[in-house]
């Protein structure tokens, strides 16, 4: 059964898709195609009928659809490019992890769903419209406990955090960022950078080897949706074509020996 | 510092990428570039030489690295695909997930990962040569807690298992199947199909639509690998074109009327 | 020196792309950047300047050009298909070649353009008003000593043209036009099918297979574009991400043997 | 009938692809397959036996076969991205063709072909084995009388060739012969770079900006093959990725005045 707070997907075709977060003083709900009353006891997998006799499906929200429908005030990763970080990152249940810029908290919410109550996410903004934007969307999303957002100008005063499990960097110029995230990474622990122009990447690159990082790789996500339809099963004709490069490296702690490998 | 147990994740450039379980039982390592010896306390992040004075560097495995290396007796997802899948499955701490399919137990291992001490992977195989490969696997990977297998023939049984938030399913011929996944699932819930084949693909939606299920959705993810070298940056000459169709769906629960609406 | 019916690419950046075809008896040029005159004796390379004081330069129209600005009553073929197409067909100079479905006369325009003066493109269309559009633009674009058009319902009579070196074929139904195809090929020539949808596809092949053709490839072109940005270069967000699957197969002369092979 | 010096392509299923050129002195052929006779007056279309009983059919090469395997003493240039050249550059017959990088002759065979006798391909080449190499390509497929080869350091020297309708540009770093390709092309008219690397692309346009040229557009063609087999219809698994970066440019006359456009 449905309980106050929790978040519905209502579902009523391609384009009419809507996540809300069930209140009971606001029990019904209405789009173009037409209103719903929501019936006690009304549960996920129902359907329900709208005043126009349209279908509207109750069905359970997932990650994709709760961070494409945050509130924002910036670009967000999008779902294809999150899950890729997330194995490549090896995020885990337990761990601390380093946000570096919140933007408008999409990342920080599947971060903070995965790290569970033992883990933690510290984020970092310099904007304060897009900090307190980011807290407001994870606190919808029940997961205040699991963040702890910082205000701060990174580049002079770093991150005060140290020992994380892994770091996700989502700034337009990560490369002044590095010596910090570096102190603040366990030796070994991996790293992750969005950049959507390939100069961004190539500076990136030039601070990671200065600073002794290894293992660079960066790659291009695409994601293209197939029509299975009768008879009519192709491609969609028009896809999103570049979102950003992911770059990923690891940390090598600091010795006194030059290192060079041949990659 | 290492621990008897722990995964290491050996570095030594593109051609030298190396998983191993640590023990004290054997404190060394050999590969093409040489034999390296594990000192006492040494740790993540540090660089060790080998014989021949080439690096190896001490990393932390990432998610992607632990389902790559994982002993396979059938081919395995992609992580770029097991990425979007976890997303657009909405698999969280807590949660309780149906998996058809062992396989090699990577996907498995995701899930557990992810599912955290509170939730529950139940896993079904026909197959007991891969069902034990894949418990193994498991095993390894420190999560049998987690996991519960079964050896059955599906089709004729069912799962015995209800009220799964999310179901994974990676067999050749998951139609015949979907029947006993709607069993299982929770109202609303997501279930997640795997098919190389655009066949598959087909004859899976026929089977959906019978069942009732709803907000079908298909897809291809692409990872394109960018080498960035300094005046010599573009994407790798060849990659992977094509591993497999997912596809997508929501459960609806059962009702007297008639269910239209337009996609 | 430009002349009396010469084509016309005016250029005033990405959003301001004008073909023209020009004529003495309207020497001017109107659009959102102003109005231009032409002045006597002006050339291609020339830069002019609207009465807003804007650039439009007087460029060579390329073979895309001219394809793309083609009055359309139908979808016409993408150049980056039609490339592929030309050079998987082998079209050269002197060649006579069969296409179905004149569409808006745009891969005729192509097709007419290479065979050159000695040789011929046999066009085919069942509805009159796509015939006639198709044959105005191909008239329009001075081609038309080189394109015999015919108003037929193909299935039931055939071509009644022999020996040709290539076909086009871009109709919705092509499986039930393979045995006129066949018919109308040289022994061993290349033949053509451009499928929105998978399925036609696959009847494609079934009638191709029943009628002996060999040496079937399917293939998709993708076309991206890269905006090239001092520090700000990366792909185009947006892409065009299907327009169809392009099949090709040759004609292999009737005997008595039975052939098989392995692909 | 097959004539003495024709070009024939044998095929015998996707791993036994053969282009020969016929000749009655050698009037055999021999592969894995087997062993065959070519038997008087046989004829493209036909099916011919091996020894070992395995059919050979007897086909008409494309465009793409014959440049596919041309001596290669380089990379060629690939179809796919040829026939898009091809149709951006708006090559005809009759056309005069500046090609800088003679390279293996692949794409001076390709132009040749679509120029016709009446057109002419300038292809400059400064180191002498390739110049040979690819003059000898040119010369076996009978269209040494369209392309006048030239072996020629053209930074100092320039092209001494005027007037040309197109140019397509394959060395490693154009950008210091841009202002020669400059002086070589007809006003508007455009000129092609192949870059296989980012950066080889940005500095191209620098060196075209400086030059005064317009409308520079940048791609990737990518080539995706699908395997059509009953019930097993999917994309196949692996894929060119990069062949390399298509700029186009077109030239502007000088003039006096300031050009200055928002693309």
Redesign the interface.
Same mark, same amino acid.
């Given at each position: 059964m449905i309980k106050e707070g929790d978040f519905i997907?209502l579902?009523?075709?391609?384009k009419a898709q809507f996540l809300i977060k069930y209140s009971k003083e606001k029990p019904y709900f209405e789009c173009h195609l037409g209103k719903v009353e929501f019936p006690d006891g009304f549960?996920?997998?129902?359907?329900l009928?709208t005043n126009k006799n349209?279908?509207l499906?109750?069905?359970?929200?997932?990650?994709?659809?709760?961070?494409f429908r945050v509130k924002r005030l910036t670009t967000i990763m999008y779902?294809?490019d999150?899950?890729?970080?997330?194995?490549?990152?090896?995020?885990?249940?337990g761990d601390r992890v380093l946000e570096v810029g919140s933007g408008s908290g999409a990342m920080t919410i599947?971060l903070a769903?995965?790290v569970?109550?033992n883990g933690m996410v510290y984020s970092f903004e310099r904007r304060e419209e897009f900090l307190k934007n980011a807290s407001y969307n994870v606190k919808r999303a029940g997961l205040s406990g699991r963040v702890k957002f910082f205000l701060r100008d990174v580049e002079k005063e770093g991150f005060g955090v140290f020992d994380v499990?892994a770091a996700v960097v989502d700034v337009p110029e990560p490369w002044s960022l590095v010596r910090h995230v570096k102190e603040s990474l366990?030796?070994?622990?991996?790293v992750f950078f969005l950049s959507?122009? $390939?100069?961004q990447?190539?500076k990136t690159?030039e601070s990671l080897k200065e600073h002794g990082f290894?293992?660079? *790789? @960066?790659? =291009?996500?695409?994601?293209?949706?197939?029509k299975?339809r009768?008879?009519?099963?192709?491609?969609?004709?028009?896809? $999103?074509?570049?979102?950003g490069?992911l770059?990923f490296a690891?940390?090598?702690?600091d010795?006194k020996?030059e *290192? @060079?490998? =041949?990659?």
């Open positions: 997907f579902y009523g075709g391609k549960d996920f997998g129902d359907v009928y349209k279908p499906f109750v069905l359970r929200p997932t990650t994709s659809d709760l961070v779902p294809k999150m899950g890729y970080v997330v194995l490549n990152l090896g995020i885990k249940s599947v769903g995965l569970g109550d499990d366990k030796g070994g622990a991996p959507p122009n $390939i100069e990447v190539q690159y290894v293992r660079m *790789k @960066t790659v =291009e996500i695409l994601e293209r949706e197939i299975v009768e008879g009519k099963t192709r491609p969609m004709e028009r896809m $999103i074509s570049h979102t490069y770059t690891h940390k090598v702690n010795g020996e *290192k @060079t490998y =041949e990659d």
